[in-house]
């Protein structure tokens, strides 16, 4: 069985910077597409950053510049770096391998 746990939400300043960590257990996650989304309450869920099995990135583009995806294959785990964080960014962060979810980490910018 696949799990995905989510950790380092929280609450930042704009400007700030959080780093998430997805680590998974039941499946390696250099084995498929590991993807990281966001969501505002009431909003659709919005596709923020992915690595697929072989490395290859790729943004949102409201997020290009400012968010790096990566791989730990020794842990297991997946982190989004998060830079320049702004007030927008605001949302449950989800990551996602194949039809498996995390339970999800607050992200809050705010002054």
């Known amino acids: 069985q696949v799990q995905l746990v989510e950790s380092g939400g929280g609450l930042v300043q704009p400007g700030g910077s959080l780093r998430l960590s997805c680590a998974a257990s039941?499946?390696?996650?250099?084995?498929?597409?590991t993807r990281w989304y966001r969501q505002v309450p009431g909003k659709q869920r919005e596709l923020v950053a992915s690595i697929s099995s072989g490395g290859t990135t790729n943004y949102a583009d409201s997020v290009k510049g400012r968010f790096t995806i990566s791989r730990d294959n020794a842990k297991n785990t997946v982190y989004l770096q998060m830079n320049s964080l702004k007030p927008e960014d605001t949302a449950d962060y989800y990551c996602n391998i194949l039809a498996h979810w995390g339970q999800g980490t607050q992200v809050t910018v705010s002054s």
């Open positions: 039941g499946r390696t996650v250099r084995s498929a597409s």
